[in-house]
């Protein structure tokens, strides 16, 4: 037997060799995030899709591989670790999950799978390319459920704050960059709606019918309180505005939080000018209420 036949890798042998590949690039992603595959693995990784796609045209079958380790990791990962986190950590597994899988996804598709984007996709024009894959099929797997349940708890957090309870204002940050990825995600590869329309339908649109209907509340007991006057709920107004301008700025993007803030004036003014007759009184609630 020759050097070279000694070389060759039929094709389970190769599978193997990339599902081992594979698992301990995951194994170090979760537990020794800090070490990273050597360059000779690496490279035999490499040689061991080209070998098998270019010379024996497995790419159909590497395809598939793909689909499967990126179905099973979702699977038997980013879900059963999110499945029985609650509230806070349930935010903050989602937040790593998420980064996690794009690092993955990242690797996988541009890195240890090229070959397919380049030589195999781009001929079989109706196979999604390896990074619209990777984000189907994590965008099908959360975008009900968990991203609702995540957006629910992100409202009760920001309500809690305007009551006077301290949160992660980083952690609200990270939640809702990851929104806005998975909306950019979602506009890219399934442009229909204009661009932002997942995170605004998704995310911002939860938060501002929740900021409505709070202070909505809040106005009116202020004018339940009749012997506390007008100058009373002026000052309680001013002082809500101020705060949520403070506090939504280290966690919102800037165009939610101005939506925000105009919904806060909004609901304010509307219930003000309701119950007073003077007109003068609310010109000067709405001179109170500008913002920047």
Partial sequence: MTDLD?????????VEIIKNGIAKFIDLQENFPKEKLTPRELMKLYSCIYDLCAIHSYSPQFYDLYEQTIKEYIKGIVLSSLREKQDVCFLSELVKRWKNYKVMCSWMSSHLFQYLDRYYTSDERWLPSLAKV????????????INMKARDIVISLIEKEREGTQIDRVLLKN?????????AGWDNYFFKHGPGFYYEKHYEEGILSNTASYYL????????????????????AKECLKREEENVSHYLTYVS????????????????????????????????????
């Fill in 257 to 292: 939080k101005d939506k925000l803030l105009a919904t806060v004036q909004q609901q304010l003014l509307s219930v003000y000018e309701k119950h007073q007759l003077d007109k003068a009184k609310v010109e000067e609630l709405s001179r109170n209420l500008s913002f920047s």
């Fill in 6 to 14: 000694e070389e060759i890798i039929e094709f389970e042998e190769g």
């Fill in 217 to 236: 509340g809040k106005a009116m007991s202020w004018i339940s309180e009749e012997d506390n006057g007008d100058q009373y709920y002026i000052e309680r």
């Fill in 134 to 145: 990777g984000f189907t099929y994590f965008y099908d797997a959360v975008s009900q459920d």
């Fill in 175 to 183: 939640v809702t960059d990851y929104f806005v990825e998975v909306g």
